[in-house]
């Protein structure tokens, strides 16, 4: 019978199956062993049960959200079988309309999950001074908030552009939104710079600031890290997905009623 055994060789990890038979030559008995490097194969295994792990997260956290929305919509229908005043069916068909577009807007966010996790990636020269300030101006020029942009340290980037947008969005609509009142004016630092190894581009607001403890689990499905939240819980978690599907990573530093730094790091090169 086959077995597997790891080696250790230059900080990683190799796997090998390997077939051990006796073997009888000139009356003696030896060993022939053949191994088969299947590195390759374990790490598509492994990536396998991650992916099936998050997919059995996503059923259920799906499921149990959308499950709100669906009791208040039946509870809603009994109620109109049982109404005989026909003048408050217009206000139950104002709630049926308002269930009805948190729905609408939920299943959104999780088709964008599925169009992030599927798409093939298609790697493009992005000049943040060119496309990134206009496309800033053009989605959040309305909003009143003040914007202090500086991409002098790092200009252009190799990355999928409309991904990169689609994580820029995430960050932003958190920055532009959650304004801390005692903040005279909302405000928003977007600048860029680069190390060895990655293109950074950092994104900070004086908003009402995430607690400590909520920062760990604010990139999951629909975790929502303050009472204030009136989204989906979905876009940090689209963000997230994102800066994995581009080989990048996202970190948030927060300290409350003082504000949120994102930092968005991307692996200098195609990506």
């Given at each position: ?74 509870g809603i229908a009994d109620l109109m079988e049982k109404e005989k005043d026909f003048q408050n069916l217009g206000l139950y068909g104002e709630m049926v309309g308002e269930l009805a577009r948190k729905l609408d807007h939920t299943l959104h966010k999780l088709l964008e999950v599925r169009k992030v996790t599927s798409k093939k990636l298609e790697p ?148």
């Open positions: 019978m086959p077995y597997e055994e790891k080696i250790e060789k230059n900080n990683s990890d190799y796997w090998f199956s390997t077939v051990k038979v006796p073997l009888r030559i000139d009356g003696e008995t030896h060993v022939l062993g053949v191994s088969t490097d299947v590195t390759e194969l374990k790490d598509l295994e492994q990536t396998l049960k991650i992916r099936n792990s998050e997919l059995e997260e996503f059923l259920y956290n799906t499921s149990h959200d959308l499950r709100g929305p669906v009791s208040s919509l039946l493009k020269t992005v000049d943040l001074e060119k496309t990134l300030v206009k496309w800033i101006k053009e989605n959040y020029g309305e909003k009143k908030v003040t914007f202090d942009i500086d991409f002098s340290k790092a200009t252009r980037l190799e990355v999928d552009e409309e991904l990169f947008l689609l994580v820029i969005q995430k960050v932003m609509n958190n920055a532009c939104t959650y304004h801390n009142t005692s903040h005279k004016s909302k405000e928003v630092k977007i600048y860029s710079g680069k190390s060895t190894t990655h293109f950074h581009i950092w994104i900070e607001d004086n908003g009402d600031g995430i607690e400590k403890e909520h920062l760990p689990r604010i990139t999951q499905m629909f975790y929502k890290g303050t009472i204030n939240s009136t989204g989906s819980g979905l876009g940090l978690y689209v963000g997230q997905k994102v800066m994995e599907q581009l080989n990048g990573y996202m970190s948030i530093h927060s300290i409350p009623t003082v504000g949120t730094t994102v930092e968005l790091s991307f692996p200098l090169g195609k990506v």
